[in-house]
């Protein structure tokens, strides 16, 4: 959704002054997202966060809740 995208820019931009090594192997990688302070998000973490800083609301919330849990295309599209 927007607020995702709008969560990640401004994440990002934050990072600008931050110089990001080039990582080799996965083991670099993650020493450097230590040193950056970065982990991956929680499962649901953006979504609460949109709910949170008002970018979704209630329904829109439990209709995308719907929409990730739902099993058949009749689901999806209700949850729509």
Do not use: C, W
């Not at 982990?39 to 329904?59: I, M, W």
């Amino acid at each position: 959704s927007r607020a995702v995208v709008n969560g990640v820019l401004s994440a990002l931009t934050h990072l600008n002054s931050v110089p990001i090594p080039a990582a080799t192997s996965d083991e670099e990688s993650q020493q450097a997202r230590r040193r950056l302070s970065l982990r991956p998000a929680d499962p649901g973490e953006f979504t609460q966060r949109a709910y949170a800083h008002g970018k979704l609301g209630l329904v829109e919330v439990e209709a995308l809740s719907d929409l990730i849990v739902a099993d058949t295309s009749l689901q999806r599209k209700q949850a729509l």
